[in-house]
């Protein structure tokens, strides 16, 4: 029976795992910075980056598992990998200079804003399916996956 | 296959959709009152509600959604409104004044209560139906949902 | 057709119990260090403990369901066990002497690289099932039964 399940779930379980290893090189950086007693600006400023990836971390989660059970895994484990790579830009760039870190932030909550419109369609189209028969689920489905595509370009 | 999934947790999903929403707002609180430099008290106070509510909302969550995956979804649901609600009470009345925060603060602890119970309920249920076939699923529903109402009384 | 679902994750439902017990158990110690004025150094150490602590537990959440889901409940739940006690040592280590601090820390690492593996091994071996019609379930959930045995000796 689970291997049902884990047939539509296994992408993000593959994004919350690279999200882990990255949350583990992030604390692997703060904890080298952090014995290295001669510059304290660089220590604060990697504990903060770190401090802000982790707070918006639970939130990240939870909006990503929510998109992909109830719309479709594909395009929420993309907009996950996305998310992924705007964080590890946000904290490189907060590791430099503080002017670079408010593009990624800024991309973060795009990303974060197209994972909840994917839960908010996935629940209209839920309710619509059982109050009313109409299933449109395949359209939608091709809509995010063309939508999950632009979200590279800018 | 999914759909039979979705229909025992949107109810979850949709509350869980709010309080990223709520984290949201509270983000652009701190991040607003971080640009204003005129009052550092006023920053560091709505910076403080900020990280008490999050270091607390990973375990809501991991305690809402057990909940409502080991009894019923609605009235787990409905305590985690219940729970949003007394947030946003706390944060706004920690940005006023601090008397006015440890209401929110106890409140919180006891939807949280509740919510445990609910799990230890559910699961103390389904060991009882695998070893000794009784099932008395409804009655225990009913008595939550009952007592879901009661929250709302203090 | 929850109950289906609850006999597969119930072990992981009581480790999350326990887990949000001892958040608790945290926040109340950190809550009445606070009250006590006369001492600042020890409040500081207290609330810094619980920040870590707090910071690894969506991570620790969101690996050890991954590796139920993939693989198997019953050693995920054996090792988020440990990992619970590996936490509970650090953190009446850190309230005691900064130096007992250490090996608390690299014992949860540990943990939760097993749980990593758990998962990378649940998802190759649905791959290999799923394309090459391969099983070897039985073999590796035996494996990591043994394994999970293996973590307690050091």
Not at 41 to 64: G, H, I, K, Q, W
Not at 65 to 87: D, E, K, M, S, T
Not at 91 to 102: A, D, L
Request: proline share 3%; hydrophobic share 50%; charged share 15%.
């Amino acid at each position: 029976m689970l291997s049902i399940v884990v047939e539509h779930i296994f992408l993000l379980v593959i994004v919350t795992l690279i999200s882990v290893l990255q949350n583990a090189f992030f604390a692997t950086k703060v904890e080298r910075e952090g014995k290295e007693h001669n510059n304290k600006t660089a220590f604060e400023r990697v504990s903060c980056a770190n401090r802000n990836c982790m707070d918006s971390y639970p939130t990240f989660l939870a909006v990503m598992w929510c998109a992909g059970l109830c719309l479709n895994q594909a395009p929420a484990a993309f907009a996950g990998i996305i998310y992924l790579v705007a964080r590890q830009k946000y904290f490189v760039g907060y590791m430099g200079q503080t002017s670079q870190s408010t593009p990624g932030f800024l991309f973060g909550k795009r990303v974060l804003a197209f994972l909840i419109l994917m839960c908010i369609v996935g629940i209209f189209n839920f309710l619509l399916v059982r109050y009313l028969g109409n299933d449109y689920k395949d359209t939608m489905e091709t809509i995010t996956n063309a939508a999950s595509a632009l979200l590279l370009i800018p």
